[in-house]
């Protein structure tokens, strides 16, 4: 999650775009947050509080892409995922997870 951060403040947005076309994930259509580890309880957290059209639309681009990737195969270059179409739906709810067990355990220590 910092890197992402650090990566905003101290990297150009061409080459932010460059890594972002590099990685290959846009080309089967998922999204940066798509790739988020579901075995972290943070991630699984926040999964159960997404909306549940925001979850099967992430199902669905995440089911696509294995599909291609059996098929060994990408969409077409005018369905791939664009860099300034990318949104992290998931990163913000796992921050707000994260202060909120940070919170906890500060509690925890005081009383």
Same mark, same amino acid.
């Given at each position: 999650? =910092?890197?992402?951060?650090?990566?905003?403040? $101290? @990297?150009?947005?061409? /080459?932010?775009? $460059?890594?972002?076309?590099? !990685?290959? /994930? =846009?080309? %089967?259509?998922?999204?940066?947050?798509?790739?988020?580890? &579901?075995?972290? !309880? &943070? @991630? +699984?957290?926040?999964?159960?509080?997404?909306?549940?059209?925001?979850?099967?639309?992430? =199902?669905?681009? #995440?089911?696509?892409?294995? +599909? %291609?990737?059996?098929?060994?195969? #990408?969409?077409?270059?005018? +369905?791939?995922?664009k860099f300034k179409d990318d949104?992290?739906?998931?990163?913000? #709810? @796992?921050?707000? #997870?994260?202060?909120?067990?940070?919170? @906890?355990?500060?509690? =925890?220590?005081?009383?």
């Amino acid at each position: 999650m =910092n890197l992402i951060l650090i990566s905003k403040r $101290f @990297v150009s947005s061409d /080459f932010r775009k $460059f890594c972002y076309n590099l !990685s290959g /994930f =846009n080309k %089967l259509g998922l999204w940066r947050d798509d790739l988020l580890n &579901e075995d972290l !309880s &943070e @991630v +699984q957290e926040a999964l159960e509080r997404l909306d549940p059209r925001i979850r099967d639309e992430r =199902n669905y681009r #995440i089911i696509r892409a294995c +599909q %291609l990737n059996i098929e060994k195969k #990408i969409l077409p270059r005018s +369905q791939w995922t664009k860099f300034k179409d990318d949104k992290l739906y998931l990163t913000p #709810i @796992v921050e707000d #997870i994260l202060k909120e067990r940070e919170e @906890v355990e500060e509690w =925890n220590k005081r009383y």
